[in-house]
């Protein structure tokens, strides 16, 4: 008789942004005139760039023609995109990192996921708290974790680290070593970030005790501040511990196109075992590359035209950030984030839990954002925005919520 991997009945109520959507859907059916303005989902509202969008046309263009036609991708990704990331996301960086240690697909959500295909079955996880829940399910899935404590929100066997105001957002080294560490800088869903410095130490840490460092960059480009490293191998020793996941959703907005990448390199070496011929086994194996005319899209982001205009469109959005940041801050709210990453936390006001403060604010002021308590239990008291909805949007979303 055929049995279902019991581990997805482990998995708590709804998935975060399943249950907004579920949530808006009921408020929009009952008030169909509703003027909703949706800052939850981290979602890109500006079109792809024109140098992008002419690589698209221009290798359509190849695909119509038999001698340029292109089939299967190379698992791994094409040669002219690994190469160009190489160059100007690590090497122009003074990082060590070769084109043959460059993985692509066709995001980071998929990679952040299914990276734990490499870990022993009895790994000991360690997340910030709060924290992307792709990081928790998917190891969930896979069947570790323990048990999930409804009423503390907690699993019983996952490291947490709480970052909070009361240390900065900053982890700090959990009692319990870890097996693999999960960091998120830019920050979702806080939007602060660690120094190189404060980065450096996690790196000493993992080598130290022979853990792995997942490194999720997918916010990168939204960086700032001088001191904020873009990659983790910027890093003294981060070969030997760390994998970086790259997403061009965000910096080039191509969330509705899907291309990314992750970084394995070939020091990573545990129990004896190259994590990089691993992840290529596994990569060839249940993935056919992504497509031919969406890397060449990715090439162009490196363009000259194709940097200045993503430079302009992560400007837009961190102005919107900054509009959420000041406005709310004029009103009075506790605020965190916005300077170097498209999201913004704030404290909820008057004790509310962060769904309550979801529902006052969808009836009040017909705003969506997320409630922290979605993202872990020292998310609980927090909401996120986000800086990816329309300039006009955002001026509109702050001025209703100075009314309240």
């Known amino acids: 008789m055929f ?5 997805f009945q482990k998995l708590p109520g709804s998935y975060l942004f399943s249950t907004i959507a579920k949530k808006v859907a009921a408020y929009s059916e009952a008030n169909p005139n509703a003027d909703i303005i949706r800052l939850g989902i981290g979602d890109v509202t500006q079109p792809i760039a024109p140098a992008m969008i002419k690589a ?8 119509g023609s038999a001698s340029t036609f292109h089939g299967y991708a190379p698992d791994l990704g094409y040669p002219f995109l690994r190469e160009t990331i190489a160059k100007n996301d690590y090497q122009a960086r003074g990082c060590d990192i070769s084109a043959d240690e460059i993985f692509v697909s066709d995001g980071a959500k998929s990679d952040s996921a299914d990276i734990q295909e490499l870990f022993a079955a009895d790994v000991k996880i360690a997340v910030c708290d709060p924290v992307y829940p792709v990081y928790v399910d998917s190891n969930v899935m896979a069947g570790r974790l323990g048990t999930y404590d409804e009423k503390l929100g907690k699993w019983s066997d996952l490291i947490y680290m709480p970052t909070t105001a009361e240390n900065k957002f900053v982890p700090e080294f959990p009692k319990e070593v870890p097996d693999v560490i999960y960091l998120c800088l830019p920050n979702n869903p806080t ?3 660690l120094t190189k410095s404060q980065l450096q130490l996690w790196v000493d840490y993992a080598n130290k005790n022979g853990s792995l460092i997942i490194f999720d960059a997918a916010y990168e480009a939204y960086i700032s501040e001088a001191d904020v490293p873009h990659s983790i191998y910027e890093c003294a020793g981060a070969k030997t511990c760390a994998i970086e996941i790259h997403s061009f959703s965000k910096n080039a907005g191509f969330t509705g196109v899907r291309l990314g990448y992750t970084v394995v390199p070939k020091d990573l070496v545990f129990d004896g075992a190259s994590l990089n011929a691993m992840w290529a086994r596994r990569h060839g194996t249940k993935f056919n590359g992504a497509p031919y005319i969406i890397q060449r899209a990715g090439e162009a982001v490196y363009s000259a035209e ?19 940041y000041t406005g709310l ?3 009075g709210f506790e605020v965190y984030g916005g300077v170097n990453a498209p999201y913004i936390w704030l404290k909820t006001p008057d004790n509310m839990t962060s769904w309550d403060f979801f529902d006052y604010l969808l009836e009040k002021v017909q705003i969506v954002g997320t409630p922290g308590a979605g993202f872990g239990p020292s998310g609980e008291g927090y909401f996120r925005l986000t800086a990816f909805g329309s300039a006009e949007n955002t001026v509109r979303a702050i001025e209703r919520i100075k009314s309240l």
């Open 306 to 324: 194709g940097q200045a205009q993503i430079k302009e469109q992560v400007g837009y959005y961190m102005n919107n950030a900054k509009t959420i």
């Open 56 to 63: 698209l046309h221009d290798s359509v263009d190849e695909m």
């Open 191 to 193: 939007g602060t970030t």
């Open 329 to 331: 801050k004029d009103a």
């Open 3 to 7: 049995k279902v991997n019991t581990n």
